[in-house]
């Protein structure tokens, strides 16, 4: 798994965290946290698929090279 994709993985399961705790709490605060959950987690499928997509023309070159 790429290092940025772990990043944000990381930030979106503590924007989560956040977010709990802020409404356990009565605050509308946790609805920031929702929506960093939300940006984070979308990076880290973007990261993850764009590492797919790489290797998979890595290999496909490669392949390519080979004949």
């Known amino acids: 798994m790429p290092r940025l994709a772990l ?3 990381v930030v979106c ?3 989560v965290a956040a977010a709990v705790v802020s409404f356990a ?3 509308f605060l946790g ?3 929702v ?3 939300g940006l984070s987690s ?3 499928w973007y990261y993850i698929r764009r ?3 790489q ?3 890595e290999a496909a070159e490669a392949a390519a090279a080979q004949g």
């Open 35 to 37: 929506l960093l959950a």
């Open 51 to 53: 590492a797919k997509l």
């Open 55 to 57: 290797a998979r023309a």
């Open 31 to 33: 609805v920031v946290w």
């Open 25 to 27: 709490e009565g605050s």
């Open 13 to 15: 399961a503590l924007a």
């Open 42 to 44: 979308n990076m880290a």
């Open 7 to 9: 990043y944000a993985l």
